[in-house]
């Protein structure tokens, strides 16, 4: 597996289609492996996909609708009777704190999982590791819902040139990098100098909402941002009254926030041809847009030049 990927596990909204299981997105980054809303029948998508539980550190959960979580009890076990040697933390809403026990708990099995449910009762960091943090915004969906977004901390990119120029050599960089500065021949040497600022990479997942402020803060520079388009814009009047966004305002959002990949999911069995969701996002959004398919793989773009 590639070191910063998605794998598409499901793509239906509500009704699980024959070409469509229900909702459920593994995220692969740099060792973390974040399942993001394991619908119905995630488990048997996982090995379909290559996807093991013990790849799994993280659930998010999004919301308690059916096709976001009625996957979890599957998983769950599935990490008991692997032995999952790590913890999974899970995140979720806290007003769904009952639903969770139960899918965690919904039938008899025996149960040596480390999972540890972290509720969420707002906008938060959620994670924080030294290279990246997670967030959660709160989104507008009629039961409490969070859309999660994971950002790389920047770095800094070395510039050989400016080094030769100001003759940084061999272990003299090490010192560089690890201190910020060095001296050489009385010369002292900041970071600043020879280095640029490398943008540190974003992943952002948007699920069911209608437009609010928490979509465009998820998708703010994502490099990829999954987000549900339940809806063609011909429905918006559906869209709205149910909670949901249609792929014309999932690609104006990317468009205004500077998404780059932009992978649209979670459609409602209404339409049978997937093209349309491409043609109407492709009229608002020049990047590159992918109309999620089951069981495929999204590697998270090269970094910005
Ligand atoms: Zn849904």
């Excluded at 076990?77 to 026990?101: K, M």
């Excluded at 061999?170 to 500065?181: I, T, W, Y």
């Excluded at 009385?186 to 600022?197: F, N, P, Q, R, W």
């Excluded at 990479?201 to 699920?207: G, K, S």
């Amino acid at each position: 597996m590639s070191p910063r990927e998605l794998v598409i596990l499901g793509t239906a909204s509500q009704v699980p289609t024959r070409t469509r299981n229900h909702n459920g997105y593994f995220l692969s980054w740099d060792g973390e492996g974040i399942l993001f809303d394991p619908g119905d029948g995630t488990q048997r998508q996982m090995a379909h996909a290559g996807v093991a539980a013990s790849d799994i550190t993280r659930i998010c959960l999004t919301h308690f609708h059916g096709d976001h979580c009625l996957g979890l009890p599957g998983v769950v076990q599935r990490l008991s009777l692997d032995r999952a040697p790590h913890p999974v933390n899970a995140h979720f809403p806290a007003t769904g704190t009952a639903y969770f026990e139960r899918l965690r708990h919904a039938s008899a099995f025996h149960d040596v999982a480390d999972i540890r449910p972290e509720p969420i009762d707002g906008d938060a960091t959620i994670a924080e590791r030294r290279q990246w943090t997670l967030e959660a915004k709160r989104l507008d969906h009629g039961i409490d819902c969070f859309g999660y977004r994971l950002v790389e901390r920047d770095g800094r990119r070395m510039l050989p040139e400016l080094l030769g120029a100001r003759g940084v050599h061999g272990p003299a960089v090490g010192v560089l990098q690890r201190e910020g500065a060095v001296t050489v021949d009385g010369d002292t040497i900041s970071l600043a100098d020879v280095s640029e600022v490398r943008r540190g990479q974003r992943f952002a997942f948007v699920m069911d909402t209608r437009l609010c402020a928490g979509v465009r803060e998820l998708a703010d520079g994502a490099d990829l941002l999954v987000i549900e388009s339940t809806y063609l814009d011909v429905d918006a009047g559906l869209a709205e009254a149910h909670g949901h966004l249609t792929a014309g305002q999932a690609a104006r959002v990317a468009a205004e926030c500077g998404v780059r990949t932009l992978v649209l999911t979670h459609f409602s069995q209404r339409y049978d041809d997937p093209a349309l969701f491409a043609r109407e996002a492709g009229s608002f959004f020049d990047g590159e847009v992918v109309v999620a398919e089951d069981l495929t793989r999204i590697p998270v773009p090269a970094r910005r030049p």
